[in-house]
């Protein structure tokens, strides 16, 4: 499969060379596609550096990891070359939030237990409701960065996933058992087989969380930010986040 990854910081890089790993033909892209060699040269030849309409062109799929400062910027750039694919959201809108009290922070929270569901057979059941403004006392925002992204570029197929967890503990857990769960949120049916086939090969564990508005739960300031999951506790630290906002 050929996929673009736009934003080659830390995640977008990382994302990028496992893809590589995994047999996947990978453009890579920045605002100096021209800085990106080292990353380039570490794919082997199966990473190439090319321009943001270049690389969403060039994908089947994309990765979308810029800074969220830049995200409206690399949207305009990629707008065209993105419709009708599915588009991986991985990043964090930049919001001042409350901690949640009581929240338990990163680490485990399990040992694995074989014959736990996947993504695609967990059922619909999240239903995060649309409320006005934004959850002071918890910090939770009442819209997802993830719904503005699609309103920027409606014709994407879009999906929330790897926006939790920092890349060093992807890579700590990356294939181990117990699987990390990787939550994952849309509302399009390839884009959710899409993306829990990728997280499949990466080596974690895909969990549907619900659709675009259950993005305000992996975002920054939401419950499942930097939470470590094990798969198996998976339905329960969902079902845990949603009690909160509710």
């Known amino acids: 499969m050929r996929i673009g990854v736009i934003g080659a910081g830390q995640l977008g890089g990382t994302l990028a060379t496992w893809c590589a790993e995994s047999g996947h033909e990978v453009a890579v892209t920045s605002r100096h596609p021209d800085r990106l060699t080292d990353l380039v040269e570490h ?16 994908g089947e799929v994309l990765f ?15 707008h065209d070359a993105m419709a009708g694919k599915v588009v991986i959201d991985a990043t964090n809108p930049a919001r001042v939030s409350v901690p949640i009290e009581g929240a338990p ?28 403004g934004t959850n002071r006392e918890l910090g ?3 819209r997802s960065g993830f719904e503005e992204l699609i309103g920027w570029a409606p ?17 700590r857990r990356r294939g181990h058992d117990p ?9 399009q049916r390839d884009a959710r087989e899409a993306a829990c086939r990728i997280i499949q090969e ?15 739960l992996t975002e920054t300031g939401g419950p499942l930010q930097r939470r ?19």
């Open 140 to 142: 939770v925002p009442a």
């Open 228 to 246: 470590e999951v094990d798969v198996q506790d998976a339905k329960d630290v969902l079902a845990e986040a949603l009690a909160t906002i509710h």
């Open 155 to 171: 014709d994407a197929h879009w999906v929330k996933a790897f926006n939790t967890i920092s890349t060093d503990v992807l890579d």
């Open 64 to 78: 979308f990891a810029p800074n969220w400062e830049s995200a409206r910027e690399a949207i305009d750039l990629a």
């Open 43 to 58: 794919g082997e030849g199966h990473i190439r550096a090319l321009t943001i309409p270049e690389a969403a062109a060039f």
């Open 202 to 216: 990466l080596g974690f564990a895909p969990f549907f969380a619900g659709g675009p508005e259950a993005a305000r």
């Open 105 to 132: 922070g990163p680490g485990g929270l399990g040992s694995f237990a074989p014959g736990f569901p996947s993504a695609l057979d967990v059922p619909a059941f999240v239903c995060v409701p649309d409320a006005p």
């Open 179 to 187: 699987l990390l769960a990787e939550f994952v949120c849309t509302d």
